[in-house]
């Protein structure tokens, strides 16, 4: 299958076979997207928490509008951003970055001083909604991937945050989770959203063309 047949062929499941679960392989392909997704900078300002351990999904489950979906559901990924940027941070990253590719430190200096005098003068509210914004080209990414190995998903937004960053202890990580990705395979019955056609704007509609 393309990749629009695999995205017109997901939807956000509603109803999970908890009897089914994601094979190490698939979710391994499906993390590895995430991972190689683009961020401001090159800078991966956030983590993915992995969530298998049934007991810990029932615990967060009280956090979700749909709890029975992350209960039912295999995996539960977190994306979790930064609580702000840091010169630290910024200067982890690159050297990382310098040192794989065989570059002397400080190579890019010029670029991280100009970065870090934009990111260290905001205030962490302003950090975290740029940060937020990075996670969900991952998410896009990782839905992609799920889309093509066949593996259900369902994206969340709808779920309480401070419950989440306390039952996963992501302050200690210095953490926010921003969204939730659910992952596992479509209930053969009980899924009111599985039959219905799939529906969006017109491709006329959606697009705006300046020529």
């Known amino acids: 299958m393309s990749l629009i047949e695999n995205l ?12 089914k679960k994601v ?4 979710l391994d392909k499906i993390i590895e997207a995430a991972r190689l997704a683009p961020t401001s900078s ?5 983590k993915l928490l992995v969530v298998t351990n049934q007991e810990v999904k029932e615990k967060l489950a009280p956090s979700s509008l749909n709890p029975e ?4 559901c295999s995996h539960v990924l977190v994306f979790a951003g930064w ?12 050297d990382k970055t310098t040192d794989e590719r065989g570059l002397p430190r ?8 100009k970065i870090k005098g934009i990111y260290l003068n905001q205030t962490a509210e302003e950090n975290f909604e740029h940060i937020a914004r990075q996670t969900y080209i991952a998410l896009g990414l990782s839905m992609a991937q799920a889309a093509e190995l066949q593996v259900d998903s369902t994206p969340a937004e709808g779920f309480d945050n401070a ?20 992952l596992g395979y479509r209930a ?5 959203l599985a039959s219905m056609k799939k529906v969006r704007n017109t491709t006329e509609d959606f697009v705006v063309e300046f020529k």
Do not use: C
């Open 23 to 26: 094979s190490t392989e698939n």
């Open 8 to 19: 017109n062929w997901r939807y956000a499941t509603k109803k999970y076979d908890p009897t």
């Open 188 to 192: 053969t019955e009980g899924d009111w």
């Open 69 to 72: 979906v992350m209960v039912d």
């Open 42 to 46: 090159g800078l991966q300002p956030f």
């Open 163 to 182: 419950l989440v960053d306390e039952l996963l202890d992501l302050k200690s990580l210095g953490l926010k989770s921003v969204t939730l990705l659910y």
């Open 106 to 113: 400080g190579r890019f200096g010029s670029y991280t001083d």
């Open 83 to 94: 609580d702000r940027y840091t010169a630290e941070r910024i200067d982890t990253i690159y």
